[in-house]
């Protein structure tokens, strides 16, 4: 399995990274985890094919996660993608899509699609199989604007991938992550601890009884960016490949 960070960044751009994007590959699967604003370029930028894409799941509805769907859906339907699609996420994502379609570009909504499009609404602690892909949803804590807020524990071709998503500490992080190959967690502050975001220093604490096996962090502001070579453990940078 393969994951390929696409883009890596906060709401705001810091250090020059682009919003959430990740896409994982393997012998069957092929996924996007968040679609966020700048997806669609840097998806093109790294020569990813978006039609071999089945699946996109989205942890929660704010524009650095949520907003490139509008872009990738027209792209699809442009370049005459025939290969069925899933978009995946949390309770009400099927209005919440509709809305941002007619947002950014008017009645894009209300066209036929070339392609069958699969809009899915998953439940917290529910797993839901796509194909090779075996997805469970928990709930995190980012706020009340942009929810429900999703972290995802994904078991595909027998490997394990958690990730976060934005969320403060929460102890739901403990049994997603437990025993994963790869936990992405969110690391937005150094120490300091701030609302709805998970700082560095908090997350450490937890590591031992969350127990992955590998830990990368996402999600970074500045705060941490300038102290990443005193930082032990590894950070996601735009385009950066791991096999896992």
């Not at 959430?20 to 370029?41: E, K, M, W, Y």
């Not at 071999?52 to 005459?80: E, K, N, V, W, Y």
């Not at 008017?106 to 917290?124: D, G, I, M, Y």
């Not at 992955?212 to 385009?239: F, N, W, Y």
């Amino acid at each position: 399995m393969q994951l390929r960070f696409v883009g890596c960044g906060d709401a705001f751009g810091s250090g020059g990274r682009l919003n959430t994007c990740f896409h994982v590959s393997g012998r069957a699967a092929n996924f996007l985890i968040d679609c966020g604003a700048s997806a669609l370029p840097a998806l093109k930028r790294l020569e990813i094919e978006r039609d071999d894409i089945d699946l996109i799941l989205i942890t929660h509805f704010h524009g650095d996660h949520f907003a490139g769907l509008p872009f990738f859906l027209l792209d699809a339907q442009f370049s005459r993608r025939t290969r069925p699609l899933t978009i995946a996420g949390p309770r009400g994502i099927e209005t919440r899509l509709r809305e941002v379609m007619e947002t950014l570009f008017e009645h894009s909504s209300k066209t036929k699609q070339r392609f069958e499009l699969n809009v899915v609404e998953l439940a917290p602690e529910q797993s839901r199989s796509f194909g090779a892909v075996n997805v469970t949803p928990y709930p995190v804590v980012h706020g009340e604007s942009g929810g429900p807020f999703l972290a995802y524990r994904i078991e595909a071709e027998g490997r394990t991938l958690a990730y976060s998503a934005d969320t403060e500490w929460t102890d739901a992080l403990i049994p997603l992550a437990h025993g994963a190959d790869l936990f992405i967690a969110e690391a937005y502050m150094y120490e300091k601890v701030v609302k709805n975001h998970l700082s560095l220093k908090t997350l450490e604490q937890h590591l031992p009884e969350i127990g992955a096996k590998r830990l990368v962090l996402t999600h970074m502001s500045d705060d941490v960016l300038s102290r990443l070579d005193g930082i032990a453990h590894l950070a996601a940078e735009d385009g950066m490949v791991l096999v896992f």
